[in-house]
């Protein structure tokens, strides 16, 4: 495994980073890096090298600023005009956590969303908000955004790993802990060869070949307890 510090490093240059979870969990590598640092290359590469669902993670106190809640909140509202909504949404992954899914966003300057180059445009303005949600962050939102889009966001718990020990609030605390915007872009590492999440064993071998630093969800939670409580 890679170091902590190595990965601060690597986010803030705007490199990828790998992040396992525990075995016992999803047990799913991601591929992630900090949204404000995404460009159309670094969708192509989530894209085509990892193959999973690129979205965007933020943070609890962000997503609460800009009004964002779970999909399975609004869902179990909309159960009012539909009980199979409340079906749908009703109990946990099979992991054992409520999913972090919110709304899709796509950046109003997009043309269809989609692109490698229409979805870096969205991430990064999305980082934007959350850079300056203390100000005009919440109306750059809501005037420059809309829903739904390509760009799917992922909510942390308001607690991180003291409520949630998913990749979102793994890498939000990475985010935090380098300095940047609560903001990042996360994709699964699929195997297309076993049809399946890529094993740990085959993470660490690309890792190696790629001098991308990959990390254990309890070195974070180790540092994190560490370095910040």
Do not use: W
Not at 96 to 121: C, K, L, W
Not at 141 to 150: A, I, L
Request: hydrophobic share 40%.
């Amino acid at each position: 495994m890679s170091s902590i510090e190595g990965a601060i490093l690597a986010l803030k240059d705007g490199r990828f980073v790998l992040v396992h979870d525990e075995a016992g969990r999803e047990d799913e590598i991601d591929l992630v890096i900090a949204a404000e640092k995404v460009t159309p290359h670094h969708i192509a590469i989530l894209r085509r090298v990892a193959g999973g669902l690129i979205c965007l993670a933020v943070g609890n106190e962000i997503a609460a600023k800009l009004g964002l809640v779970f999909m399975h909140d609004m869902m179990q509202d909309f159960s009012r005009i539909n009980p199979i909504f409340n079906k749908l949404a009703f109990g946990k992954a099979p992991y054992g956590d409520m999913p972090s899914f919110s709304i899709s966003v796509n950046h109003r300057s997009t043309h269809t969303g989609i692109t490698d180059t229409d979805r870096a445009v969205t991430i990064r303005k999305m980082a934007e908000v959350c850079k300056k949600i203390n100000s005009t962050g919440v109306e750059d939102f809501s005037e420059n955004f809309r829903s739904p889009g390509h760009v799917p966001i992922l909510i942390a718990s308001e607690k991180l790993l003291a409520g949630r020990t998913g990749h979102t609030e793994l890498c939000i605390h990475l985010m935090n802990l380098a300095g940047l915007a609560p903001a990042v872009t996360v994709c699964e590492m699929l195997d297309s060869k076993t049809y399946k999440a890529l094993s740990i064993d085959k993470a660490m071998k690309y890792a190696f070949k790629n001098n991308i630093p990959l990390l254990e969800s309890n070195q974070i939670r180790s540092y994190v307890y560490q370095n910040v409580h």
